[in-house]
């Protein structure tokens, strides 16, 4: 009976050891469970996170609207127009209000219009569309805070829409200027501008693509390169901002795509970094000198890449070289493939547009072209047209 009962009392002690070994080395129930629950509570509770879409657009709106403008422009003297107006199956035409004639106004009197503007410099220099001002005998700018300025048009570069004008003021508002070439397809922008009279109006989208040319602008040596967005834009935007989220000015916006004359989806912004060149230019000399490359140019496709032999169908062919010219100079050849300026990658006419259209003369670029299988780096000094 003694040895019995020190069995069961050593089986006691031992399990009250064990348990209590346990206890001690093991983690709690609340331990081992509850970082779970608090994970799976944190996924359902937190909202998903999409990287880069912002919250609303607020600061980027407060920075860009006090330094976009309405432009009203008339004609003094009356004009006697045509029973059919020409300008009626003008691009631009959806972009000025309803009393400029042939757009819903009256057939005969003065022509007359409105728009926008972006303040370039604190000093009173304002980027806007040529299209806007080029009938103009008077311009009046209204500002942001509703002053009133009667400005003069400095100078104008057609060949890419751009027109500059100066009103006597200071510390003006002003937009950091993007870089044009780091925007990317599907990053958010904003239009703000005055369409339909609608003044100091914002509205959002996204680029949804870059380097259009629309033939939008007469002339083979237009410069059309466009940032095409989804944002809202409507008559009386044309020479407002198009900004970045961050509020910095990416483009002026020009045209639409439309068969009604408003907004049905897409709209058309030119690139800041090509109206920085040409603006700069018109502010320092009062007109841009434009370089020109000396060549024709065409498309490559699979088609033509399959009649050159050349197995990728992305670049800029060379058809033919004006005599004197900046290419033919520099030893450029017909059937040469130009696929990078200056390091970038040349994948469009819309793309090698730009690219010269923002050099100055003087510059030398070098060229990269696809000749006979073989890449090539070639110097390029560019001379005026």
Request: proline share 5%; no cysteine.
């Given at each position: ?5 020190s ?11 064990a ?20 994970k ?21 709106a ?8 309405h432009?009203?422009?008339?004609e ?14 003008s691009?631009?035409?959806?972009f000025f ?9 009256a ?7 409105t728009?926008?503007?972006?303040i ?23 500002l ?16 890419s ?7 006597e ?6 937009l950091e200027?993007a ?24 509205t959002?989208g ?11 602008i ?8 466009f940032i ?32 009604t ?30 370089a ?14 399959m ?15 004006e005599d ?33 259209g923002?050099a ?11 000749r006979?299988g ?12």
């Amino acid at each position: 009976m003694q040895k019995i009962l020190s069995l069961v009392a050593a089986g006691a002690v031992g399990g009250v050891l064990a348990l209590s070994f346990y206890t001690f080395f093991a983690p709690s129930a609340a331990t081992v469970h509850q970082p779970a629950v608090e994970k799976v509570q944190q996924k359902v509770n937190q909202a998903p996170s999409y990287g880069g879409v912002p919250a609303n657009f607020r600061e980027a709106a407060s920075r860009s609207m006090p330094a976009v403008v309405h432009i009203s422009a008339r004609e003094i003297q009356e004009t006697t127009y045509q029973e059919e107006d020409p300008l009626s199956d003008s691009p631009f035409r959806f972009f000025f209000g309803d009393d400029f004639p042939g757009f819903g106004g009256a057939p005969f009197g003065p022509k007359m219009g409105t728009g926008s503007g972006v303040i370039y410099t604190d000093d009173g220099y304002i980027v806007t569309n040529n299209h806007v001002v080029e009938f103009a005998d008077e311009v009046e700018v209204t500002l942001y805070d509703n002053r009133k300025f009667m400005a003069t048009v400095v100078g104008t570069y057609p060949k890419s829409d751009l027109a500059v004008l100066k009103i006597e003021a200071a510390e003006l508002p002003t937009l950091e200027l993007a870089d044009s070439d780091n925007a990317q397809i599907g990053d958010w922008v904003l239009a703000v501008g005055n369409p339909l009279n609608l003044t100091s109006t914002v509205t959002a989208g996204i680029i949804s693509a870059k380097g259009r040319d629309i033939n939008i602008i007469e002339g083979r040596d237009a410069i059309e390169s466009f940032i095409q967005t989804d944002a809202a834009v409507n008559p009386g935007n044309s020479g407002g901002a198009l900004v970045d989220e961050k509020g910095r000015l990416l483009g002026i916006n020009t045209a639409i795509s439309t068969n009604t004359g408003f907004f049905q989806g897409y709209s058309f912004a030119i690139p800041v970094n090509v109206m920085k060149k040409i603006v700069d230019d018109i502010i320092e000399t009062g007109s841009f000198q434009r370089a020109y490359l000396g060549v024709g140019i065409a498309q490559l496709d699979n088609d033509y890449a399959m009649e050159l032999g050349v197995n990728f169908n992305q670049g800029v062919v060379i058809v033919n070289l004006e005599d004197g010219g900046s290419a033919q100079y520099a030893g450029l050849l017909p059937q040469d493939i130009i696929v990078a300026v200056d390091g970038r990658q040349i994948a469009t006419v819309p793309q090698l547009q730009e690219v010269i259209g923002r050099a100055r003369v003087g510059d030398e670029i070098v060229i990269t072209v696809n000749r006979d299988g073989e890449e090539r780096d070639i110097p390029v000094y560019l001379k005026a047209g």
